[in-house]
């Protein structure tokens, strides 16, 4: 029997599943990575990231602004400066972001054993 809070309805599993839509996009973390040293312009995340579109990249910042982990502070200059900063909720995903990020370290070469063992053609 499963534990109540891995049942599909229990709140839990709900939140997951809610907080899994935002932040595990391709390009979330890394953009939640980025941005715990300090605020970073646009074009600086870009750079920084190198292989996304700015259509993601615009995507993303868009839904993690909306979900509350980061914010978008325009400064009134010619031309107008804006920065992409972690919210003090961004700042809360460090932690388990780095775990995940250790735990991947950890085990990426058994997932690649795993998959290459899934993937090799059965011979009987």
């Known amino acids: 029997m499963r534990p109540a809070h891995l049942n599909h309805g229990h709140p839990h599993c709900t939140a997951t599943r809610d907080i899994l839509t935002i932040i595990g996009s391709k390009w ?21 990231i190198g292989d996304i579109t700015q259509k993601s990249l615009t995507s993303v910042l868009r839904d993690l602004e909306k979900n509350g982990i980061v914010e978008r502070v325009v400064t ?29 370290a950890q085990h990426h070469e058994t997932v690649l054993q795993a998959r290459a063992r899934y993937q090799a053609p059965v011979t009987a």
Request: no cysteine; proline share 10%.
């Open 76 to 104: 009134p200059t010619m031309p107008p400066r804006v920065d992409y900063s972690l919210t003090q909720l961004g700042r809360s995903l460090l932690a388990p972001i780095g775990a995940l990020g250790l735990w991947a």
């Open 28 to 48: 979330a973390v890394l953009l939640v990575a980025l941005l715990e040293e300090r605020p970073k312009r646009f074009s600086e995340l870009k750079r920084e």
